[in-house]
């Protein structure tokens, strides 16, 4: 069946300092990857999206690389802000699926 | 505008009551969603309506009801809260086909003491 893994948290970092959050997944044929942000005592948006292998996804200086070959999604900033201190979700869909398969989140702390 | 809006935000209950969880999108999307988030910010699909239609069903006691009056509405009944309902319910919506983006909203927190 279809999965999305993604590495355990919290992450702690510094303000500036880079940042990979590591994504792979499992799935039948070529679905959508996402990233999804929950900041504290809200609901889930949409970071950044690739629909199709070797697309780049960006938005607020974050990124991550549609790898088939490696069923990767990888999300990388390189500098992070204590503004982006928050939850993040890896998840895929099928293209007219109605059901999107999310990550177990990963918890990121920046410090100032 | 708020696109997906919850109501109740905070609902703090009995065991054993009945409460109801409302939902709206003013998006036009055709495909409305619950999921319940445990502490540890797990997220777990409970139910989702296309058009007004039942299409996904979880495993989830039948004690949860959801009810879809019409295709910007998704409601959700609980009877006889037990404390392991405990959890922070959020709607979201998609269109499926198109971008597939799940649109969440803010998320009600469900206190069962």
């Known amino acids: 069946g279809n999965s999305v893994t993604q590495m355990e948290g919290p992450v702690t970092l510094s303000e500036e300092a880079f940042l990979t959050i590591n994504c792979t997944y499992t799935?039948?044929?070529?679905?959508?990857l996402f990233w999804y942000v929950q900041y504290p005592g809200e609901g889930l948006q949409l970071l950044l999206k690739?629909?199709?292998?070797?697309d780049k996804g960006s938005n607020k200086g974050f990124e991550a690389t549609y790898r088939k070959e490696t069923t990767s999604f990888h999300l990388e900033k390189g500098s992070v802000q204590v503004s982006d201190s928050a939850v993040y979700f890896c998840?895929?869909?099928?293209?007219?699926?109605?059901?999107?398969?999310f990550g177990a989140g990963t918890r990121l702390f920046v410090k100032a | 505008d708020t696109a997906v809006s919850q109501t109740p935000k905070y609902l703090v209950t009995q065991m054993g009551n009945d409460k109801s969880i409302k939902c709206e999108q003013n998006?036009?999307?055709?495909?409305m969603y619950w999921y319940k988030q445990d502490s540890k910010k797990f997220l777990k699909i409970m139910f989702s309506y296309n058009n007004k239609e039942l299409i996904i069903n979880e495993t989830v006691p039948n004690r949860f009801s959801p009810k879809s009056p019409d295709k910007a509405h998704l409601n959700l009944h609980i009877n006889s809260l037990e404390l392991g309902d405990s959890a922070v319910y959020f709607c979201?919506?998609?269109?499926?086909?198109?971008?597939?983006?799940?649109?969440f909203g803010p998320g009600t927190r469900l206190t069962v003491l």
């Open positions: 690739a629909t199709k292998a070797d």
């Open positions: 979201a919506s998609s269109q499926a086909g198109e971008s597939d983006t799940q649109y």
């Open positions: 998840a895929l869909v099928h293209t007219g699926g109605f059901k999107t398969i």
């Open positions: 998006l036009g999307h055709d495909t």
């Open positions: 799935a039948t044929g070529y679905p959508s």
